[in-house]
């Protein structure tokens, strides 16, 4: 008579565990970036840096969390959008010597898909302010002012050439694409402002505030305790003016 009291009231208690597990994996999942979204803040991180030793492993972990050849290699090339065609370039050449050693091992990594043919008629800036608009979650105004009034071409080149040339390339999508920004700017330095409309757009985006405090341990352990400060400190102000 006791065994049937006890296994409902074990079986209750299982379910409970299991229900218990279940919400904290999903928590935590939601907390931190997956193999893949760390695998990106590290090879922009890096190849941002010029740090190319150190991109080799990332290269190869990256590849291990199956991001595709042409995922990376799209990453890659995003880079030089803010630390400049040498540094892309040095990193391009590294993942080309790193495919090597991997296929002489026999590993077969997953190549990948091309960017899909853009049917958009509009012209690119227009192209361009729209994708701007999607990643601030709001249209920007038409008034320009700050830098873009000084040098109208540079607002010019932004909305046709990042935003429309390279953020319309769909090998990964615009939080990838966010996420690399953002490690490149933190190995930059010195372009707090801009680190915090990155932050901002991460947000838009759907990473959690969680999520952004493990890139920027991700940060301290791969570029540096100096670097990893100075994206906290940016980091705080965005989350503060959050809430």
Do not use: W
Not at 86 to 94: D, E, F, K, M
């Amino acid at each position: 008579m006791k065994l049937f009291k006890i296994i409902p009231a074990l079986t209750s208690l299982m379910i409970s565990v299991l229900i218990s597990t279940a919400v904290n994996a999903q928590t935590k999942a939601g907390q931190t970036l997956n193999g893949q979204q760390q695998a990106i803040v590290r090879i922009s991180a890096l190849t941002g840096k010029g740090e190319l030793e150190k991109l080799k492993p990332a290269l190869n972990a990256g590849l291990d969390q199956g991001l595709t050849i042409k995922e990376i290699r799209e990453i890659i090339v995003h880079v030089y959008a803010y630390a400049g065609f040498p540094r892309s370039i040095r990193g391009l050449q590294t993942f080309m010597t790193v495919l090597d050693e991997r296929k002489a091992k026999g590993i077969h990594d997953v190549p990948g898909r091309e960017a899909s043919a853009i049917k958009d008629g509009r012209s690119k800036y227009d192209r361009g302010k729209a994708i701007l608009d999607t990643l601030l979650g709001a249209p920007k105004g038409s008034t320009q002012s700050g830098y873009a009034a000084f040098a109208p071409i540079i607002e010019v080149f932004l909305k046709e050439h990042l935003f429309s040339d390279i953020f319309e390339r769909d090998v990964i999508n615009y939080m990838q694409r966010e996420l690399a920004t953002i490690s490149v700017l933190a190995g930059i330095g010195g372009v707090e402002p801009m680190l915090q409309s990155h932050l901002k757009i991460c947000l838009n985006m759907g990473l959690s505030d969680g999520q952004l405090q493990h890139f920027t341990e991700v940060i301290k352990k791969e570029l540096g305790k100096n670097e990893a400060t100075e994206v906290q400190q940016v980091l705080s102000e965005v989350l503060k003016s959050k809430n």
